[in-house]
């Protein structure tokens, strides 16, 4: 598949997510937002791994227009496995857990929209369809690889 139709799908998987986490934010127990939230951590930490160990590197260095969006998105990625991480460590009944899904889910949508609007595209042009189904053949097959806990991310530690 090529590598931009694959985290497009991604994203589609996760928005899903999180309109049922809005959903269920108010009158959904507690037992049924911390599953829910565990099941976007894994999600978004998958495809965070494949995105900065695959995607990423080939952009930055196949792509050197791209250098600022690469870093900016590496931040973005920082602030949500932080978040993902204390999400994971926190019960659903205390108060600031809906609120830290909340943030993450408006970081998120932000940072998608980046993806997709304002450098996918440039990459898309500069890598050409060969390459792009080479890249997603290797993230897909590196989604095996990734990492439970977010922490793990190379953002994480940037
Ligand atoms: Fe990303
Ligand atoms: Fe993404």
Same mark, same amino acid.
Do not use: C
């Given at each position: 598949?090529?590598?931009?139709?694959?985290?497009?799908?991604?994203?589609?998987?996760?928005?899903?997510?999180?309109?049922?986490?809005?959903?269920?934010?108010?009158?959904? +127990?507690?037992?049924?937002?911390? $599953?829910?939230?565990?099941? %976007?951590?894994? @999600?978004?930490? +998958?495809? !965070?791994? %494949?995105?900065?160990? %695959?995607?990423?590197?080939?952009?930055?260095?196949?792509?050197?227009?791209?250098?600022?969006?690469?870093?900016?998105?590496?931040? @973005?990625?920082?602030?949500? !496995? &932080?978040?993902? *991480?204390?999400? *994971?460590?926190?019960?659903? +009944?205390?108060?600031?857990?809906? $609120?830290? =899904?909340?943030?993450?889910?408006?970081?998120?949508?932000?940072?998608?929209?980046?993806?997709?609007?304002? &450098?996918?595209?440039?990459?898309?042009?500069?890598?050409?369809?060969?390459?792009?189904?080479?890249?997603?053949?290797?993230?897909?097959?590196?989604?095996?690889? =990734?990492? *439970?806990?977010?922490?793990?991310? %190379?953002?994480?530690?940037?």
């Amino acid at each position: 598949m090529d590598a931009i139709v694959l985290l497009k799908e991604d994203h589609k998987t996760v928005e899903k997510m999180f309109k049922e986490f809005e959903k269920i934010k108010d009158s959904g +127990t507690a037992r049924q937002r911390k $599953a829910l939230v565990d099941k %976007i951590r894994k @999600e978004l930490t +998958t495809h !965070a791994f %494949i995105e900065e160990t %695959i995607f990423y590197p080939a952009a930055r260095e196949e792509v050197p227009e791209t250098d600022d969006h690469v870093l900016e998105s590496v931040e @973005e990625h920082h602030v949500m !496995a &932080w978040l993902l *991480s204390e999400l *994971s460590n926190l019960s659903a +009944t205390e108060e600031t857990f809906n $609120a830290k =899904a909340t943030v993450l889910i408006e970081n998120t949508r932000h940072h998608v929209e980046e993806e997709e609007k304002e &450098w996918f595209p440039e990459v898309r042009k500069a890598l050409g369809r060969n390459r792009l189904l080479e890249l997603g053949e290797q993230m897909a097959a590196a989604k095996k690889k =990734a990492p *439970s806990d977010p922490l793990a991310l %190379i953002s994480a530690h940037k």
